[in-house]
């Protein structure tokens, strides 16, 4: 009983998710009550929060450990009701000790939270641990909150006071306290690159919040606090490198915004800082004008000149930026004119002078513009009129970086500087529509005037369902006895792939097979996608009977007369349980189901910036510079695409631009492409067949990164051409993941990769690739539409539409992959032969005692199993890869390929090569099937002899092996099976001196079975 009253009951509230909004405002002020024993507790409350994260400890006595599995945990969710002084019911939880761990042993639990009546309207679930601990420092801990001390533990950390008020002030703001202590862990900051000696965490350093445009909490960016990041080094590389310098990634060490001291760079801490001169036109009045003509204004700086669209004198209104970069700045004056479109002179003038021009210090708002009097060309101020400026020095983090036209590219002409902007897109929320057509009633055959043989031939009556471009059909009804012909009967489930807004409508027509591509349509239906239900569950769908309309009607009838109203039984829903894939699930980038309300909170931050490209191959000549690139970059993760400017002429172009991702799942790859802007020339711009070209993609998997470690890498841009692997330039990027909570990632390692519908009801593998396809069109149709449109062309490189084609390089390349997978086994199986042929006589012997050991000793087989996996696992720490992965040559068989091959992979389908080349493809692909078919059937000899064992196909045998299992049973009866094992050992590990070099009589006997190849024609 003494130790007994020693252990204590610890109860950790980890978090809950999706509560039930109670407060009226569509949110809950959310605390956990724990009751045990007569004995009370409650966590703090977390103010307008619907997934509140608690991470507390509450300790409770405990009587008697002997009879704990007999007692049971009340959890209960209130929400603090302040205006009140009460509160509300959100759920509960009863918890067994039965399930009760003990410590070291604990585990997170997601339970649902149960109704406490019948009227109780309850949601959502949590995450609890419960275990026995015996350290006192546990409860003081805990009691330290309770008694006004100086922290609360959260994450396994004292958090302070003030840090704790800054959680409870913001709705939806966490400032994980761990952050910068596990980085300082890891390795060396920003700081320790520049000083020798480290630098410590000032106390006025705060991360600032990362804002995205998809709702959810907030997690801040580890941003450019010098102490809370590390840069990854180069160290040695393990087994990522291709053997060619060429193809290999390397380091970079780019003077990033985090690197210095500058606390206006903080927002954009992952790229290079490039100071830029903003001028903004406003608009102009007064103007002095003969007639009705419009008006431009002109700004110049040096040999730069940008000129505004042409407006009308009434209605002089600009307001357009222009960004001149700073590096390319040959004058110490900025001039504005104001001019008739059209012509040379100028109706006013005004000049300002840079070094009176204000820098703009984030996160200031921008500069009013002002208005300034003009001049002539005499230096009169009394007629020229007013124009309204702005002017300022500022980086490519202000705001209107993006929408500004750029001196760079001071040669595109008017209709491609849209084209050459950055901008960030959306995917379309896509839902999987499920049509179960059933069966129809009444049908009418023909029309007016049919046939008199349609009278004696039976209909082929089949159903036709279309959403947008997407068309399937069921199968031809067959004949039953108990059905009529006009009364068909299909039952089968279709699968489409919608987007929101639901513009779309879903068209189902009933039609007969007159003859081979002659179909008769008896009937249709017009449903629009938003009278379907939807549903985010396996719940059936009401099924309903739809009229159909036929078209045999005379078109003098009055509509509101039926003549005749034949039927079809549907049932339709819009199914939000599933993702929807657009990607292979190798390098998917997003695992959410469609419906928002089951969807988790997120653990982390994906921050990538995009800094720039070098030697970046010609894609196009121009005339008078020979080869150039108008290079720009696409990013895809999750819903979100961002898509950079457009450099100019430039085999090196410079983006720093930095992007943030909200990560749900860590185990997901972001994809990151560059291609060639070929709506810059106006010559091929005016043309509708234009389309970008690509020059090289990377994907980088998030579960390779470290948390909050900064990568800077120069990845090889690699494209196959039919001439074989090229390298088209470098990609400069500084990637960092970070993670907001470590519990809720690793949870993640545990839980099924797509949502639950994918396994409650699953699709089938051709099923799932028809509707990649679909969502794929479907993406690439919306993007298109946007502006600056994103091409067809851009949307399915970057989703790999083309991955399913056939390729001798890929079957080759997964060949080996499966080979080097299985290479462990023969690894191992030849360990095994050398210690039995005693090479070794000391690793032998040794074998044989431990064998003998495990066999005396059986419990020590599982233990040592996971032991000696784990002491791999810290051995192989020292190997690990310090490198994020990149595309691999020699893995990928980009290297070795043949001509031939590479030109089947580029081939077209169906093929476009002449009879003689697919004649020869085709006995290529015959002697390697031939191959395939002789190794499946060794293996189903293999199969068959085991077979034969008691089929009595061979009577000999089969007695021999009868006998043989009779007499096996009364010796192992007799013969403990531990000595059996142990003498079985022995004579397997027996020296090479007494052994014989023919088969054992086991081998021989089993290949003596017969087997079906001689059945066989």
Known sequence: MNNSSKEKLVVEVVAAHNL?????????????????????????????ELNPVWNEKLVFHVKDVADLPYRTIEVNVFNERRSSNSRNFLGKV??????????????????????????????????????????????????????????????????????????????????????????????????????????????????????????????????????????????????????????ALKETSPHLGGLNNDKTSSIYDLVEQMQYLYVRVVRAREISLFGSGELVAEVKLGNYKGITNRVSLSNADWDQIFAFS??????????????????????????????????????????????????????????????????????????AFSEAWHSKAANVHFDGLNS??????????????????????????????????????????????????????????????????????????????????FEDYLLISVEDRLALNRDEVVGRLILPMTNIERRIDDKPVMSRWFNLDTQFSSPNESKAVVRFASRIHLRASLEGGYHVLDQATMYISDVRPTAKQLWKPHIGVLEVGLLGATNIMPMKIKEGKGGSTDAYCVAKYGQKWVRTRTVVDSLAPKWNEQYNWEVYDP?????????????????????????????????????????DRVYTHAYPLLMLHPSGVKKMGELNLAVRFSCANMFNMLHTYTMPLLPKMHYVQPLSVNQLDSLRCQAMSVIASRLSRAEPPLGREVVEYMLDHDSHMWSMRKSKANFFRLTNVLAWFVVMSRFLESLRNWHKPVYSTLCLIVFIILVLVPELIIPCMFFTLATLGIWQYKSRPCYPPHMDTRLSFAETILPDE??????SFPTSRSAEIVRMRYDRLRSVAGRIQTVVGDMATQGERFQALLSWRDPRATFLFVMLCFMAAFGFYLVPIRWVVALWGVYYLRPPRFRNKLPSSAVSFFKRLPTNADTML
């Open 94 to 247: 009863r918890v067994s000790g039965s399930s009760i761990a003990k410590e070291g042993e604990e585990m997170a639990q997601l339970y649902m939270l149960d109704k406490r009546s019948l009227f109780s309207h309850v949601r959502g679930e949590i995450s609890l641990k419960l275990y026995l601990s015996t350290k006192e420092e546990v409860k003081q801990a805990i009691n330290s909150d309770g008694s006004g001390g100086a922290g609360v533990v959260v994450s396994g950390r004292a958090v302070s006071k003030k840090n704790r008020k800054m959680q409870q002030q913001g709705e939806n703001l966490m400032v994980p306290q761990q952050m910068g202590q596990e980085s300082n862990k890891m390795g060396l900051g920003f700081q320790n690159l520049t000083h020798p000696k480290p630098v410590g965490p000032s106390p006025g350093d705060i991360k600032p919040v990362v804002i995205t445009t998809i709702p959810g909490p907030v997690i801040p960016a580890a941003a450019g606090v010098a102490h809370s990041v590390g840069i990854s080094h180069g160290r040695g590389i393990g087994g990522y490198s291709t053997g060619l310098n060429e193809f």
């Open 326 to 399: 700073k590096d390319c700045i040959q004058s110490s004056t900025v001039e504005i004119f104001v001019k008739e479109s059209g012509k040379d002179e100028y109706l006013g003038r005004v000049s300002f002078d840079l070094s009176e021009v204000p820098k703009r210090v984030q996160p200031d708002s921008q500069l009013a513009p002002q208005w300034y009097r003009m001049e002539d060309k005499k230096g009169d101020m009394a007629k020229c009129g007013e124009v309204m400026v702005s002017m300022w020095f500022g980086t490519q983090a202000d705001e």
């Open 420 to 501: 050459i902007k950055s901008k960030v897109y959306l995917s379309p929320k896509l839902w999987y529509l499920r049509v179960s057509v059933m069966e129809a009633q009444d049908i009418i055959l023909g029309g007016k005037g049919a046939p008199m043989n349609n009278m004696v031939r039976y209909p082929e009556l089949f159903a036709k369902v279309q959403v947008g471009s997407q068309v399937l059909r069921t199968r031809v009804a067959s004949p039953m006895t108990n059905r009529s012909f006009s009364n068909p009967f299909w039952n089968e489930d279709l699968m489409f792939v919608a987007a929101e807004p």
């Open 902 to 907: 590479l030109d089947e992979e580029f081939d």
């Open 667 to 707: 185990c997901t790859v972001i994809t990151i492409g560059v291609f060639d802007n070929s709506h810059i020339d106006k010559n091929t711009a005016s043309g509708g067949g234009n389309r970008d070209t690509r020059i090289g993609k990377v994907r980088i998997r998030l579960s390779s990164l470290e948390s």
């Open 20 to 48: 039930m909004p109670k407060d009226g405002e569509g949110s809950s002020s959310p605390f956990v009550e724990v009751e045990f024993e007569n004995q009370r507790q409650k966590t703090q409350v977390k103010y307008r």
